[in-house]
């Protein structure tokens, strides 16, 4: 089997588990919840301020929200360390990675939503196959690489939940 072939077939499982298995999407709370060196007023959102999945940017100092939906619709909010406010950044797309296994990774675009002065705080793409991968976060073999530029500094990092150990 051909590699491409091999990689299509991956995916359609991966299809076919989200549709056997489906996705709570109606999860929404806020925790306040310190962790090691922070105040007691210190607020982790399990959920970010759009209702979608929060992720940690470099050592806290952005965050990345992302929401999805049945459409195939993916739009990930770049936040501030609180996890409150939208952080444009100066950029026409953000890059996601998608690696399955020993595959070679593939590369989704998500465009700026309604950039102002060249900057968006919103990117997002539809696509129902890359949109199924985020229901399989925890699978074994699937990694999700967020690549964005913010104020000048490249991060790189792996797409996973924002846990504070809740």
């Known amino acids: 089997m051909k590699l491409g072939q091999t990689v299509l077939t991956l995916m359609m499982v ?12 109606a999860a929404n709370h806020s925790e306040t919840t310190p962790k090691e060196g922070d105040s007691a007023e210190h607020e982790h959102h399990h959920h970010g301020p759009h209702n979608g ?12 929200e992302w929401t999805h939906d049945e459409s195939g619709k993916v ?3 770049i936040l501030d360390a609180e ?4 952080v ?10 998608v690696k399955i296994g020993d595959n070679p990774p593939k590369t989704y675009k998500l ?7 060249g900057k968006a705080s919103a990117f997002e793409i539809v696509d129902k196959q890359f949109e199924a991968l985020f229901d399989q976060l925890k699978s074994s073999g ?4 967020l690549h964005v530029n913010i104020n000048g500094k490249q991060f790189d990092t792996p797409i996973k939940e924002h ?3 809740h």
Request: proline share 4%; with cysteine; glycine share 8%.
């Open 83 to 86: 996890a409150k406010k939208e």
């Open 111 to 117: 465009a700026a939503v309604n950039p102002t002065d």
């Open 142 to 145: 699937l990694a999700l690489t």
């Open 53 to 64: 999945h929060m992720m940690e940017i470099g050592e806290e100092e952005y965050h990345a």
């Open 88 to 97: 444009p950044v100066s950029a026409d797309e953000i890059v996601i990675d």
């Open 14 to 25: 991966l299809v076919i588990a989200l549709c056997i298995g489906g996705c709570n999407r």
């Open 163 to 165: 846990e504070h150990g």
């Open 75 to 77: 739009t990930f909010y």
